[in-house]
């Protein structure tokens, strides 16, 4: 078992930043893939970025390449989300996950473990 627990969430102006992070504890030896996920109100939850167990690869969603970084510090047990440029429809919760098995990183249900997520609000 792996616990996850976001953090960095909040309200910022439209054009501004923010850095999610994601610690985890438990079983953490064993190497996962890590993502983000956002889901905002009404809508489903959709993968955001992604990384390998790694750190080599990385894979965003074509609405935040450009603006996001993925990235994580093993040491710490934890993953980044940096967002720049940051616009109203980026608001969401976001959730951290982990992939402790094979599958396409792009898809939400291959992830097996998830953080209770934290807010993002983007006001115009």
């Known amino acids: 078992q792996v616990q996850l627990v976001e953090s960095g969430g909040g309200l910022v102006q439209a054009g501004g930043s923010l850095r999610l992070s994601c610690a985890a504890s438990g079983r953490t030896s064993v190497s996962y893939a890590m993502g983000w996920h956002r889901q905002a109100p009404g809508k489903e939850r959709e993968f955001v970025a992604s990384?390998?167990?790694?750190?080599?690869?990385?894979y965003y969603a074509n609405s935040v390449k450009g603006r996001f970084t993925i990235s994580r510090d093993d040491a710490k047990n934890t993953v980044y989300l940096q967002m720049n440029s940051l616009k109203p429809e980026d608001t969401a919760v976001y959730y951290c996950?982990?992939?402790?098995?094979?599958?396409?990183?792009?898809?939400?249900?291959?992830?097996?473990?998830w953080g209770q997520g934290t807010q993002v609000t983007v006001s115009s």
């Open positions: 990384i390998s167990w790694s750190g080599g690869s990385t």
């Open positions: 996950a982990a992939q402790s098995y094979g599958g396409s990183v792009y898809v939400v249900r291959n992830y097996n473990y």
